[in-house]
Structure formats: structure tokens, C-alpha cells
């Protein structure tokens, strides 16, 4: 079956920098719009940054200039290098792989920015 698993998650102090990965399995990647979300405790999930089949990005307002978003089509992989950490990216991320009405979902990761 189809599994998305990210990675890179942790403990950050504000300033610092994670990178986050997501290795997906048994699905044809190239074909796929994959994109970032995060939800903080209480608050919807929210589309953090997004990649096209062919590359075009797209960020929030909010992580815009800090975050930048990629894939790896060989190694059916996308990443997202986050810089600048603040308090309030502290949140689960998690890794979505679309086409069409085809959606999938990786289990999330933590990410805690704090001193």
C-alpha cells in the first residue's frame, strides 16, 4: 500500500534550522503534487508549502523567504529545509501526496521550536 513517511523533526531552538523529509512508497511520485502541512494543538491543519508535478512552488505568507520546499523525483522523496525557526512553527508536519482526487498522508512529525 501507499506510505508516506517523513522525518527530520525535533527540538529547535528559535534561529536554528531543521530539515524535514518524506520517502514515499509503492506509488508513481512523479506524478504526484506533494505538499507540507503543519497543525499546532487547537488550530486546523495548514497548508505549509506546496510542489507541482513540474516544480512550481508555492508557500504560506507566514514561512515565505524562510522555508523552501523540493523533491526528488529518483529517490521519491520531497523535502522541506525550514531556516529562521520561530516559536510559532512549533507544530506537527505532515507530508501530503496528491493527483487528482488521489490524496495521501504520512503519519506527521514533531517539530518544537523553543529555547
Known amino acids: 500500500q501507499v506510505q508516506l513517511v517523513e522525518s527530520g523533526g525535533g527540538l529547535v531552538q528559535p534561529g536554528g534550522s531543521l530539515r524535514l523529509s518524506c520517502a514515499a512508497f509503492?506509488?508513481?511520485?512523479?506524478?504526484?503534487?506533494m505538499g507540507w502541512y503543519r497543525q499546532a494543538p487547537g488550530k486546523q491543519r495548514e497548508l505549509v508549502a506546496g510542489i507541482t508535478v513540474g516544480g512550481t512552488t508555492t508557500y504560506a505568507d507566514s514561512v515565505n523567504a524562510r522555508f523552501t520546499i523540493s523533491r526528488d523525483n529518483a529517490k521519491k522523496a520531497a523535502f522541506l529545509q525550514m531556516n529562521n525557526l520561530k516559536p510559532e512553527d512549533t507544530a506537527v508536519y505532515y507530508c501530503?501526496?496528491?493527483?487528482?482526487?488521489?490524496?495521501?498522508w504520512g503519519q506527521g512529525t514533531q517539530v518544537t521550536v523553543s529555547l
Open positions: 501530503n501526496a496528491k493527483w487528482g482526487l488521489r490524496g495521501f
Open positions: 509503492n506509488i508513481a511520485f512523479h506524478s504526484y503534487d
